[in-house]
């Protein structure tokens, strides 16, 4: 599908973000892991979500729509499947559930598409390994064969600040003998700490006991990532003023708004309360026209790993230099992002130069008038979709589908604000 964008009226009004992605799967995980029923509210549209709730289902686990975005799971014990486990695009989904799948009394494969085999592996296995389980891969890519065993818990120090891999050891320590440890380099989000101890997980930071959860109802916040494009494309789209509603700001995701910050963006974050463990706020974004560069590195990185691509766009604009280091793990999601990034954004006439662990922006003219790969990868696309509203002329994203992967109602509510 190819998608032509061209230069935007200013963005006004107020969208509500939808569901959080991270807490989204997590919510389904868990609930099925818990004792009782559960009710999980604003649960995500995206495909990758819905890849773990597929899974979770295959699993035995009983779950139905009460309507579009509220779903009932009865946790309960999971049972073996004789069919392969398919994770669809979903990393968060495979190396997740690889760490609950480790410690059961049956085996399991997981698979997944051509993109997410290609996606490493190597960094669950190990410390998964550490604690007893079994587990094969393809030259430590998918498809992955667990065969389900005693763990015992670790204390592990991981090389890399990771979510996933933080994930994976914590979940996999649920049903381990002692307790389980997990050390990193720099905070990664905490969104699993949270809603294992919402659950009645015994867990202190990130050292988590043996452990049973307790099922309660779950309302899931706004995605700070999904939102990341929409306060990108107010800042640089001359005369924007919007309001975006219930965007999660837990403090290990919101980078990218200390960030906007640091480069002197006008972002207002009111109106914050909690739900279920996490906390979520209102912003308001208006169009700045003094942006100034600045360097993106070390702890930063872990916070905003995801909105990179997007922030590149945003730099464009910016005086100076912004210069982002220490992200190699870019390379790693669903495209080789730093590459892929900095080709597509030279197309249109970004002044962006490739480094092995980043990239450096400087501020730009974006004339447009050029066609882009997504390179099946749903954030480059609706990155390249925000710098389309700041292009001369109109440029055209190959690929655009693939926006349904995390964010189906990306162009819907783009487009209500700027007509």
Avoid at 37 to 43: D, L, W
Avoid at 253 to 280: A, P, Q, W, Y
Wanted: hydrophobic share 40%.
């Amino acid at each position: 599908m190819i998608k032509k964008i061209s230069f935007s009226k200013p963005l006004k009004g107020e969208i509500t973000i939808p569901a959080d992605k991270s807490v989204s799967h997590r919510a389904v995980m868990f609930s099925a892991l818990a004792q009782g029923k559960s009710i999980i509210r604003n649960f995500s549209s995206g495909a990758d979500c819905h890849s773990t709730l597929n899974l979770f289902k295959q699993l035995g686990i009983q779950t139905e729509f009460l309507d579009k975005k509220t779903l009932w799971i009865e946790g309960g014990t999971l049972t073996g499947s004789n069919s392969a486990l398919y994770c669809g695009n979903s990393g968060t989904t495979m190396r997740l559930v690889s760490s609950i799948l480790a410690g059961q009394s049956f085996s399991s494969v997981l698979t997944g598409d051509t993109s997410l085999s290609k996606r490493p592996m190597q960094r669950i296995i190990e410390p998964l390994t550490l604690m007893g389980a079994k587990i094969t891969s393809l030259e430590e890519h998918a498809p992955l064969t667990i065969k389900g065993s005693l763990l015992h818990g670790i204390e592990y120090n991981s090389p890399i600040a990771s979510a996933q891999v933080k994930s994976a050891v914590l979940l996999a320590g649920l049903n381990a003998e002692g307790y389980t440890a997990f050390n990193e380099p720099y905070p990664s989000r905490d969104h699993t700490e949270r809603l294992l101890k919402y659950l009645g997980a015994n867990i202190e930071g990130t050292r988590i006991y043996p452990s049973k959860l307790f099922a309660k109802d779950i309302d899931i916040v706004g995605d700070i990532s999904s939102a990341a494009f929409f306060i990108v494309a107010g800042l640089i789209v001359k005369g924007s003023d919007f309001v975006i509603k219930n965007v999660g700001i837990n403090p290990t995701r919101t980078g990218i708004l200390d960030i906007i910050k640091r480069m002197n963006g006008e972002v207002n974050v009111f109106n914050k309360r909690e739900l279920s463990g996490e906390i979520c706020a209102d912003i308001q974004i208006k169009y700045t026209e003094a942006l100034k560069g600045c360097i993106i590195e070390g702890a930063d990185i872990p916070r905003l790993i995801d909105e990179l691509p997007v922030i590149a766009v945003l730099a464009s604009q910016a005086e100076g230099e912004t210069i982002i280091k220490n992200a190699n793990d870019l390379r790693n999601k669903e495209a080789d992002r730093i590459s892929c990034l900095v080709n597509e954004l030279r197309k249109i006439g970004v002044n962006i130069e490739e480094r092995e662990d980043g990239f450096v922006v400087r501020k730009s003219e974006l004339k447009g008038n050029a066609g882009l790969e997504c390179y099946n990868d749903h954030r480059l696309a609706m990155s390249f979709y925000v710098a389309g509203l700041i292009c001369k002329n109109e440029i055209a994203i190959n690929g655009f589908e693939w926006t349904k992967i995390s964010f189906p109602e990306f162009e819907e509510l783009m487009i209500s604000l700027y007509n």
